[in-house]
């Protein structure tokens, strides 16, 4: 069973095109993440919504835009995105907020921005 | 200020063998949580173990073990007789017990363990 899903696994846009990645989760969960994970650093925390309120923006760029219209649904919308922007973008949810939560991931969307 | 140090980049091993990933991390509060993480090469990070500050106890599941050490601010990953299917990245995060509202974990660079038949 994938608890959550995220869409599409790969993604090849130019720095001029407006895309978005859709993530899902099927596991009832409260609060939704999405990291950046790029070769060599640590996985980065871009934003978290909690009840479908944004409460994390970790000094991301608004060329990132995310939208959570409900508990079960997650994206990140793109536009005019820069090559140092490719990465595996991942997804992930958890029951509720608090520090001992564990974090249900998706399989990423591989982002390539040439 | 958190940070998770995983100073092995990348293992290689021979199948059965056994293999310890290490995990050194630098906290300011006495209450925080430790996790493990692998992420095999569909993507996904999977949850492996969870560890509360005051719980020193090692743990034994299978082939997996994992170590706790406050006096050394460690907690190494131990895979006994590996396998091949160990092959994967493996994370080493960080929780502090303030955070609310939302898990904020900070994690390690990771380390790529392959393991050759």
């Known amino acids: 069973e994938t608890g959550v899903t995220q869409t599409p696994r790969h993604l090849v846009m130019g720095m001029t095109n407006k895309k978005s990645l859709k993530c899902e989760q099927h596991?009832?969960?409260?609060?939704m993440y999405w990291y950046k994970q790029s070769a060599k650093k640590p996985l980065e925390l871009m934003f978290v919504y909690s009840l479908e309120e944004r409460v994390e923006n970790n000094s991301v760029p608004s060329r990132f835009s995310p939208e959570c219209p409900n508990s079960s649904h997650l994206f990140l919308h793109l536009h005019t995105l820069q090559p140092e922007d490719s990465a595996l973008y991942l997804c992930a949810s958890s029951q509720s907020g608090g520090a001992e939560e564990k974090l249900f991931f998706g399989s990423g969307t591989q982002l390539s921005v040439l | 200020a958190q940070k998770v140090t995983q100073a092995q980049t990348e293992i290689s091993v021979v199948e059965k063998e056994d293999v310890t990933l290490d995990c050194v991390y630098e906290?300011?509060?006495?209450?925080?949580?430790l996790f493990w993480y692998k992420q095999p090469p569909s993507g996904e990070l999977v949850f492996l173990i969870r560890?509360?500050?005051?719980?020193?106890q090692n743990e034994i599941s299978g082939r997996y073990s994992w170590n706790f050490q406050k006096s050394t601010s460690s907690f190494n990953f131990t895979i006994t007789a590996s396998q091949v299917v160990d092959s994967a990245v493996y994370f080493c995060a960080l929780s502090e017990a303030e955070n609310t509202g939302f898990q904020k974990l900070v994690f390690g660079t990771g380390t790529r363990l392959l393991v050759s038949p």
């Open positions: 596991l009832g969960h409260n609060a």
């Open positions: 906290t300011r509060d006495t209450t925080y949580y």
């Open positions: 560890r509360n500050s005051f719980d020193e």
